[in-house]
Each structure stands twice: as C-alpha cells, then as structure tokens.
T-cell receptor
Framework: QKEVEQNSGPLSVPEGAIASLNCTYSDRGSQSFFWYRQYSGKSPELIMSIYSNGDKEDGRFTAQLNKASQYVSLLIRDSQPSDSATYLCAVNTRGSYIPTFGRGTSLIVHP | DAGVIQSPRHEVTEMGQEVTLRCKPISGHNSLFWYRQTMMRGLELLIYFNNNVPIDDSGMPEDRFSAKMPNASFSTLKIQPSEPRDSAVYFC?????????????FGSGTQLSVL
C-alpha cells in the first residue's frame, strides 16, 4: 500500500522565520511530488511540484527532494501570517496520474 | 475561467436518503477525480475518470456509492442510501491533458452531513 506520511503539527513559527515541512513516502517507484496548500474551510491549491533530486525554488517557497531517503520537504522563507494553512504532500508513482495525499501538516505563523 | 464548479456547497440529509453531488470540470480538462476528506483519514481518492471513462474506482467504499461522467463537462457522485459515516467534505478535481495532467485543480467541495 502506498503511504505518504506527514507530521500533523501544528508547526508554529514566528513571522519572518523559515518554516520547514516534511513528508516521507513508501513507494520507491514514486516519480512526481507535489505540495498543496489548504486554508481552513477551503479546497487544496497546488503550490509546488518537483520531479528530480535536489532543490526547486519559487519565490519564498523551496521544494527539496531526496529519492534515496524517500522524503520531500517544503521550506517557506520569511513566513507570513497569511501562510498559516495546512500543507498537503502528494505523490504519484511511475505511470500513475493519481496522487496519493498525506494527511497534511498544519502551519501557524504568529506575528 | 470559472474553475471546477461543485454543487451543492452544503448538504444535510437524513440517514437512508439518496444524495447526489455534482461537478463541472474546467473546460479542456480530460481527467476528473472525486476525493473525500475527513479529519481521521485525510484526502482519499474515490474514483478517477479519464476522457469520461472510469479508470480507477478502487476507492469507492461500497455499492452504496456510484459515479458517472456522461460527458466531458459533467460528473455526479451518488450515495444511496446515505449513512452517518458518509459525512465528510467531497471534492471534485480536474486536470488537463498532456504534461499537466498530474496537477489537480480542486473545486470548492461539498460539505455533506448525514444525520
């Protein structure tokens, strides 16, 4: 069974700090990795995708992938209160277009 | 673009009643997903359609659940009879063909409460 694991949190960081969110997955055949942001009472929204080992940066967001260790992480620099949300990790295995989601990590950025 | 449109936004019903949830995917998208989200289990895939054909329905809980996609712009998820344990937020999502098909766009969801 494919599993995607995340610490449920909440992760609390002060405004301006770096928030680090982590995700591990069980299927070594996984090839595509995504981070979705979900505000309370809203739907998930895709914010990052990564396919190769290493870092991928987009504005204040950096996704990191290590396939050997089977983990993917999301760094949020200069965290803002508006970043407070649940962050869902999603993983696709080879040849599959159906993402498996983790249960999400709740992030709280306090002023 | 209006995005993925789901209706109703909220549904309150009594145990045993039939519930129908509706979804209009983004125009041009040919993949459609139904997910269910609860605090206990997170986001779970119910069914995946590609080009209106059900490809993976392994997540459909049991025979009480059924889903259809009669054309590229409409899908329904039906629960008959409904039970209290079906209470959850049901999301519909769509994705485009080609290289973007792994990137899902979610609707606003239907909050279902079965009493």
């Amino acid at each position: 069974q494919k599993e995607v694991e995340q610490n449920s949190g909440p992760l609390s960081v002060p405004e301006g700090a770096i928030a680090s969110l982590n995700c591990t997955y069980s299927d070594r055949g996984s090839q595509s990795f995504f981070w979705y942001r979900q505000y309370s009472g809203k739907s998930p929204e895709l914010i990052m995708s990564i396919y190769s080992n290493g870092d991928k940066e987009d504005g204040r967001f950096t996704a990191q992938l290590n396939k050997a260790s089977q983990y993917v992480s999301l760094l949020i620099r200069d965290s803002q209160p508006s970043d407070s949300a649940t962050y869902l990790c999603a993983v696709n295995t080879r040849g599959s277009y159906i993402p498996t989601f983790g249960r999400g990590t709740s992030l709280i950025v306090h002023p | 673009d209006a995005g993925v449109i789901q209706s109703p936004r909220h549904e309150v019903t009594e145990m045993g009643q039939e519930v129908t949830l509706r979804c209009k995917p983004i125009s041009g998208h040919n993949s459609l997903f139904w997910y269910r989200q609860t605090m206990m289990r997170g986001l779970e895939l119910l069914i995946y359609f590609n080009n209106n054909v059900p490809i993976d329905d392994s997540g459909m809980p049991e025979d009480r659940f059924s889903a259809k996609m009669p054309n590229a712009s409409f899908s329904t998820l039906k629960i008959q009879p409904s039970e209290p344990r079906d209470s959850a937020v049901y999301f519909c999502a769509s994705s485009p063909p080609g290289g973007g098909r792994e990137k899902l766009f979610f609707g606003s969801g239907t909050q279902l409460s079965v009493l």
